[in-house]
């Protein structure tokens, strides 16, 4: 993955003109000149990178450094041209030479910092990396060096210049999961019968599903702090899954006692009191968490829902509309079509019926079996 990643990065690093013979040295401050053949030579490489001859570019950079052994672009070109045959082997002499001639050329440190990680060399990758500001992969060089909180900003200021690359996407799933891993085991080893110890293994369980574990991890924690944010809600999503519905329904209903201003846990209790047959009790909390985190999909179908049992039609549309606004794809816009449609059948509106059903057809091919009759 690393070696794929830096292949695609590497690009031209290197931005020097292929007509140019005379090349600025940025430690002495003074122009370098070539002689009239390394610089046939040099040309000849750049002809060859760009039809993609990569191994005729090796042997003219090779040519170049034989006959300017002092021009230390020259050795990163070879190195780089290496790299683009992925030979990232043959590219460290190079570029190594290339800093020793002049420590400050940037392209050649990010050049050897990818070619030293691509080939597990890390923790050496690491200050070329930082050298020429390559936020990415010194993030990755971090993650492999277990420099997880510090990997971490890093990969998220480079995701802000390439959203959605997913290599970066996954090194930094990788270092939030392992540095979450070493925080819980550390809680673990160092308060082992502590409230949020408890907590934190009914949170294992609960992703495992292996609820009665969780259950009595939760109840163990409470039993310890009850005044603890979010474990009643927790525990509720616990009796949630299980369908004990009066259960979940006590547990959210402490949460928001605790935390009034907590949306999830007005919306969680009044999807168990839906849950129950509970539409008008329902349909005041689902107001209210909709008011506290307005223009959430899954508040606004199950305030919907609520508002169609009470009686109240009206409110029901424009909920579903709502999220119809938002959410235009996927399960829970089938759901509302079809939702819909029933409505407007109900009120005799045949022509808006059929085309919300229309609409319902067009996605149930991504609606999971089952879903018409959750209505």
Known sequence: MIAAQIC???????????????????????????????TQHWNAAH???????????????????????????GFASLGQAYMEQRDFTSALAPLKHALELDSNLMPAHQLLGYALLAQG??????????????????????????????????LQAALQKRPNDPDLLYYLGRASGLLSKQSIDTLLAAAPNSARAHQALAENYFVLRQMPEAEKEYKQALDMRPDTPNLHLELGQVFSLTSRWPDAEQQFHQELQLQPGNAEAAYRLGDALLHQGKAHEAHSILERADKLQPQMPETLYALGKAASLDGDEAAAEKSWLALLSIEREGELAAQTHFALAGLYRKQNKSEQAQREMSEFQRLRISVPAGAQTAQ
Do not use: C, M, W
Not at 124 to 137: F, T
């Open 8 to 38: 695609r990065r590497v690009g031209r690093i290197l931005f020097v003109s292929a007509a140019a013979s005379i090349f600025f040295h940025p430690q002495s401050g003074k122009a370098q000149s070539l002689s009239s053949e390394a």
């Open 47 to 73: 002809q060859a990178e760009a039809a993609r001859q990569f191994d005729i570019a090796v042997k003219e950079y090779i040519k170049v450094t034989s006959l300017e052994p002092a021009f230390a672009t």
């Open 121 to 154: 060399y890390a923790a050496e990758a690491i200050p070329h990396l930082e050298r020429a500001h390559e936020q990415g992969a010194l993030g990755i060089a971090q993650v492999e060096t277990s420099q997880l909180a510090e990997a971490i900003p890093n």
